[in-house]
């Protein structure tokens, strides 16, 4: 645990105070910045741009293709995971029955569930987790929930905490904000936050699980690149330099660097690893092993396709409004929106790697 706090205390206090140095130092109040509950609404950012549309989805398309490239050319040589039969699991089924009724009432607006309307969310991710849960069960005879229970549980208060600081964040940016709770006080707000927050490491972490259960995903990817960085401690520090650099470039040009939101943090917590002897999720890449980073990639685009799905008709939802890219929604989210979700489903990973000290991996 005092590992753990070793990195999680820098990480808080870089993640909450360098946005505010930038703010300072162009001149603005903090005061708007740190009201809870905190004021997201739609502004008018940057206009959309056609060569940063270009070049962004050229730069994804460089990133994933060599991935997409081996797994193709190495898919004849994988090897279906033989497991005995195992049944779908009845929690399995609850969490399907869980999911059916909660979207229908997400969706809906009855009057006998008005008061309940806004919290549906959190009964729809609820549902997922034990339904992605009982797949990887039924495939593999494994899965997260029954295998790793205590790690499992600490995941929800853990992943509450996680998304608390993106919220944060984008009171810098304002790249999202919520419709249909502008109602709430402080208390009622922390709790329908919360809730819902508390489910997206559990739902990404168990989705990776039920990918590694398609050798054909991964193919390939065992042995493919390996990297190795002789001074690693020395390159460590550089980048927690840069990333608290880009947290302070939040606060002063939001509109330019808003794409730091999501790739910042997770260099904090590999750069604090690093400098404390720590593991980090990079350490299989040493050996050419990317199948773990590969999995987190698809498991947050498969998570994130349900989340704007579930988001969409919502009464309590969200919507974007992103600089430079935003257009060809899907759902609420534009297009290359969606990239966001690769590092994420690397943050994902490496905040939960945090977790390792208390909760080894062989339990």
């Known amino acids: 645990m005092t590992k753990a706090l070793a990195i999680l205390v820098p990480l808080g206090l870089m993640l909450v105070g360098l946005p505010l140095v930038g703010i300072v ?3 603005k109040p903090l005061a708007p910045y740190l009201r809870f509950p905190p004021t997201t609404v739609s502004i008018d950012h940057l206009p959309f ?4 549309f270009c070049l962004l989805a050229v730069l994804v398309i460089t990133a994933l293709l060599p991935f997409v490239y081996r797994i193709i050319r190495k898919a004849k040589q994988a090897t279906e995971i033989v497991t005995a039969p195992t049944p779908f699991p009845w929690w399995g089924w609850l969490g399907v029955a869980i999911v059916i009724v ?9 009057s006998w569930f008005t008061t309940w309307q806004a919290f549906t969310f959190s009964p729809l991710w609820l549902g997922y987790i034990l339904v992605i849960n009982a797949l990887t069960h039924t495939r593999t005879g494994h899965c997260l929930l029954r295998d790793r229970p205590g790690y499992f549980v600490s995941l929800f208060p853990l992943s509450a905490g996680f998304w608390w600081f ?4 984008n009171r810098f940016v304002q790249s999202w904000y ?31 699980d039920w990918l590694a259960s398609f050798p054909r995903l991964n193919q390939g990817l065992a042995d493919a690149w390996p990297i190795r960085i002789i001074d690693a401690r020395w390159l460590a520090w550089t980048m927690l330099l840069i990333a608290g650099a880009g947290l302070t470039a939040i606060g002063v040009w ?40 590969w999995q987190a990639v698809l498991a947050a685009l498969v998570c994130g396709f349900f989340w704007e799905l579930w988001n969409y008709q919502s009464l309590g939802h969200w919507e974007y409004s992103i600089p430079f890219v935003h257009r060809f929604e899907i759902f609420h989210m534009p297009l290359l929106g969606y990239a966001g979700y690769l590092p994420f489903g690397w943050e994902c990973l490496a905040a939960a790697s945090l977790l390792h000290t208390v909760w080894p991996q062989q339990e």
């Not at 909660?102 to 009855?110: E, G, I, P, Y």
């Not at 208390?187 to 936050?193: D, G, I, N, P, R």
């Not at 997206?200 to 990776?208: F, M």
């Not at 260099?267 to 350490?283: D, H, M, N, S």
């Open 254 to 293: 939001p509109e330019h660097v808003f794409s730091l939101l999501w790739i910042a943090p997770l260099v904090i917590i590999t750069a604090l690893q690093v400098i404390y002897g720590r593991e980090t999720i990079f350490a299989p890449v040493t050996t050419g092993d990317w199948r773990r980073l």
């Open 166 to 169: 993106f919220e944060y964040l």
């Open 25 to 27: 130092v162009i001149g």
């Open 178 to 208: 919520y419709v249909g709770i502008s109602d709430f006080g402080p208390w009622e707000y922390f709790l329908y936050a919360t809730l819902p927050f508390a489910t997206v490491l559990p739902a990404v972490l168990s989705t990776c």
């Open 102 to 110: 909660a979207w229908v009432l997400a969706w809906n607006r009855f």
């Open 49 to 52: 741009s056609w060569w940063a």
